[in-house]
């Protein structure tokens, strides 16, 4: 990553693509906290997937702008063509907009949904290879504001979180504490041997309030660099509740697989950086869900 800005430095405004979504919601929050000026543009405001969005976000944007775009359909939603087709007409029109009018910076929020699924360890130098639509999308949009002239570019890939207001329901800590609650129990796949990386969406805000400042420029994988079995994660979340929930594993029908993150970069970008603890991020987030 490039700093532009070498000192934090507030922009002038700063438009929310998607400000109804779970990561949107958390960096709203961020950004207002620090007295930055945002601007949230939701669904219900502009149908970003509509033949006349360009045209309406064009109306709507300002060349001092700077744009993070977080609007798509998620895998919770639809993993097939029609969802593939309707992510792309999102960020053409963005695109279309951005020819149009310009802006100070663009932020996309991508996945590492791109990388294979296979690789047990992923840095910024491993090449894309998406295993399903979901990824294929996030790649091609990716390319797609690689494509816009003139306008600094920063790709934030994102791994798994987690936190309050979370409408995904991904395998994780989302739908553990959801199982837990409702049953007094957690069921695994297998028992739960895979290792996976979970960031807390509060991180996830905070270092994206750190790119926007910074006015940071390239590609970065936001992970927290420790990763953690899913049955360990699911004993956090037992824990939490009285009496504690059961963790129940299940007949295996996969291979194991296992994913950690070599987070040098992040670290070199923001060095004074520091994430939640697992265990940490899970009390606040069960905490936030009781109330």
């Known amino acids: 990553m490039v700093h532009l800005n070498t000192n934090l430095t507030h922009p002038s405004r700063v438009v929310l693509l998607g400000a109804n979504g779970f990561i949107a919601k958390a960096l709203t929050k961020e950004l207002v906290a620090q ?15 509509a033949p006349m969005a360009a045209t309406a976000l064009a109306s709507k944007l300002r060349a001092t702008d700077i744009v993070v775009m977080l609007s798509a359909v998620t895998p919770d939603k639809g993993r097939g063509i029609d969802a593939l087709n309707k992510n792309l007409a999102m960020m053409q029109n963005v695109c279309a907009a951005l020819e149009q009018v310009g802006a100070e910076h663009l932020f996309y929020f991508s996945s590492d949904a791109v990388y294979n699924p296979r690789q047990s360890l992923v840095n910024e130098n491993n090449l894309p290879s998406p295993a399903d639509l979901y990824g294929v999308m996030h790649l091609a949009r990716e390319q797609m504001a690689q494509g816009l002239s003139g306008i600094p570019l920063a790709i934030l890939r994102v791994t798994m979180v987690y936190g309050a207001d ?3 329901n991904s395998y994780g800590p989302n739908r553990f504490w959801r199982m837990a609650k409702k049953n007094g129990t957690v069921t695994l796949f297998g028992n739960g041997e895979e290792t996976r990386d979970h960031i807390y969406v509060e991180d996830v805000a905070k270092l994206a309030a750190l790119c926007i400042l910074h006015k940071s420029v390239g590609t970065l994988n936001l992970a927290t660099g420790t990763s953690h079995s899913f049955k360990q994660v699911a004993q956090n979340v037992a824990a939490l509740f009285d009496p504690p929930a059961d963790v129940i594993g299940t007949p295996r029908r996969n291979p194991v697989t296992h994913r950690s993150y070599d987070t040098t970069r992040l670290i070199m970008a923001y060095p004074g950086f520091k994430f939640t603890p697992l265990n940490e991020g899970i009390k606040a987030f069960h905490l936030n869900e009781r109330l």
């Open 35 to 49: 007295s930055i000026n945002t601007f949230p543009i939701g669904s219900s405001d502009i149908d970003l997937s």
């Open 166 to 168: 979370d409408s995904h």
